[in-house]
C-alpha cells in the first residue's frame, strides 16, 4: 500500500492479489494515516488506535472507528494506475 496526493487529496492505493484497491488515506477516527499501519488482506488497520476497515467497500470492521471509509474505484491501465474521485 502507499499513499499519494491525488487532485489535494490524500488516497491510499493497495494492491491485493493483483487487483488495485483505493480509499481516502487518512482514518476517519483521528487523524493518522492508513498507509503507516498494516493491510491484512483486504483490511487495513490504523496505527494511532487499531480501527480497522475493509478496503473493498470502507466498512468499519473495528473500532474505535464508527465512520465508513471513503473508497474510489482503481484500475490499472497502459502501466498507470488511475483512482476515480467523486
Known amino acids: 500500500m502507499r499513499r499519494?496526493?491525488?487532485?489535494?487529496?490524500?488516497?491510499?492505493?493497495?494492491?491485493?492479489a493483483g487487483a488495485f484497491h483505493a480509499t481516502a488515506a487518512v482514518?476517519?477516527?483521528?487523524?493518522?494515516?492508513?498507509t503507516d499501519g498494516e493491510l491484512e488482506g483486504l483490511r487495513v488497520r490504523c496505527?494511532?488506535?487499531g480501527?480497522?476497515?475493509?478496503i473493498t467497500t470502507g466498512r468499519v470492521l473495528g473500532p474505535p472507528a464508527y465512520k465508513r471509509l471513503p473508497v474510489f474505484?482503481?484500475?490499472?491501465?497502459?502501466?498507470?494506475i488511475e483512482v476515480e474521485l467523486p
Do not use: I, K
Open 51 to 54: 480501527s480497522r476497515f475493509d
Open 73 to 80: 474505484a482503481a484500475r490499472e491501465r497502459e502501466g498507470q
Open 27 to 34: 482514518c476517519t477516527h483521528e487523524h493518522a494515516f492508513l
Open 4 to 16: 499519494f496526493d491525488v487532485a489535494g487529496r490524500a488516497v491510499a492505493v493497495y494492491r491485493v
Open 47 to 49: 496505527p494511532l488506535h
